[in-house]
């Protein structure tokens, strides 16, 4: 018998992935993010980050985390029921509920915990938990840890939904509808104000994930509440501060008492140190900005629709995207694998997206244009796709 500790069975998992096509190797950045930078060596036009709005390497940015890291220094020291907050998350908190016009915001280390903190804190045995089929990956392992039963409808399907409410409402004491606000692998936006009629209709709970709406969506970016007009009418929003905020982290906005709970229950915030004062002084200074200025989200759509329309006039099927998230649906794993590679050769950065992060059969690269894109490099990002989207008969 081999011996367990050479991991024998991880490898052989890992072989299977590398017949299939779908093992994947992490590149590596040789320096900052940014429209166009240096990846294993080679410069090329950077279609993959989430950093929508060009701050993640922002001047601003970087003086308000290095202002942050004077005043509070390097780390927060514990987690922060047991330290306490540091005067800069209070501030950040304060912010950002002004900001999304909510009573009150708990900021977490990620956008991924607080879906693991938030769920299992709102929901319990006797409850449902009813998901869109296509939601994150941290929406699904947040519902996994809570007690509640779990569902799922069909993506952005309102009768599927409300046949799943009809047939099961009343078997549960609380339901909460939970959705992407963008679908982060479609670029699709949520049918929130269908969603919303319905759980009032039904009695149940919202809770929108805005990951890929938080800098994106409604006036400079305050998501797809502000951007339907849904004030007041959303449970539980989740924004993240790791994508178009540009640093990291993630937050829950609603109710005062909402956020009393999770400070009590919220597990990612009761058993993980706080937020760094560097990554909390950047982030204040990103939600200034977006509060002064719509210039950073007009760049980010206008570049958005630039691209997309030169990318379906040459015939790419860029599937149902409404936001900056443009798919490039290729469909079988390994062909969007290599699809991937030729174009990083012809000095195009976008990586493949495929199962399990999307259904089977539906691989793809996922371009992420930004405010930091200029068209002259869009323009070469075009051409590069042209010619191998022609090489491989793609188009
Ligand atoms: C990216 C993403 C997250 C995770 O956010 P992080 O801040 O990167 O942890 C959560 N939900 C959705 C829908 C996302 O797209």
């Not at 693991?116 to 009813?130: K, N, R």
């Amino acid at each position: 018998m081999s011996n367990i500790h050479e991991m024998g069975f991880i490898k052989e998992k890992i072989d299977e992935l590398k017949q299939a096509g779908l093992y994947k190797e992490v590149v590596t950045l040789d320096g900052p993010n940014e429209a166009e930078c240096s990846i294993n060596g080679k410069m090329a036009i950077n279609l993959s980050s989430n950093n929508y709005l060009g701050f993640s390497n922002h001047p601003r940015l970087k003086k308000a985390a290095i202002e942050a890291i004077e005043k509070y220094g390097a780390g927060a020291g514990a987690v922060r029921p047991i330290i306490g907050n540091m005067k800069i998350h209070d501030e950040l908190e304060a912010l950002l509920a002004v900001f999304k016009k909510e009573e009150a915001v708990l900021v977490f280390q990620s956008g991924f915990n607080c879906n693991a903190g938030t769920i299992q804190a709102v929901t319990e045995a006797g409850d449902l938990i009813l998901s869109d089929e296509l939601n994150h990956a941290s929406i699904i392992d947040g519902a996994r840890l809570s007690k509640a039963k779990k569902a799922t409808y069909k993506h952005s399907d309102m009768a599927d939904l409300e046949r799943v409410l009809k047939e099961t409402r009343s078997e549960y004491n609380n339901v909460l509808i939970i959705t992407d606000g963008v679908f982060s692998m479609d670029g699709d936006i949520a049918k929130l104000p269908e969603i919303v009629e319905l759980a009032e209709k039904y009695n149940c709970m919202t809770y929108v994930d805005d990951a890929h709406s938080s800098g994106v969506l409604g006036h400079s970016g305050r998501g797809t509440v502000d951007h339907f007009d849904l004030h007041g009418r959303v449970d539980f929003t989740i924004g993240t501060l790791s994508k178009a905020i540009g640093v990291v982290g993630g937050y829950v906005a609603g109710k005062k008492v909402t956020i009393d709970w999770l400070k009590n229950r919220g597990r990612p915030f009761l058993f993980s140190t706080g937020m760094t004062p560097s990554a909390v002084g950047s982030i204040i200074e990103a939600i200034k900005m977006l509060m002064e200025s719509e210039e950073y989200t007009d760049k980010l759509w206008d570049n958005a629709r630039y691209f997309k329309e030169k990318m379906s006039v040459l015939g790419f099927n860029t599937g149902e995207s409404e936001t900056p998230i443009t798919p490039i649906i290729i469909g079988e794993e390994a062909k969007a694998i290599e699809f991937s590679k030729k174009l990083f050769e012809a000095g195009v950065f976008v990586s493949p997206i495929v199962f399990p992060t999307v259904p089977k059969g539906t691989g793809r690269v996922r371009c992420m244009v930004t405010a930091g894109h200029t068209k002259e490099q869009l323009d070469r990002a075009v051409d590069a796709f042209t010619k191998v989207g022609k090489e491989m008969n793609i188009i």
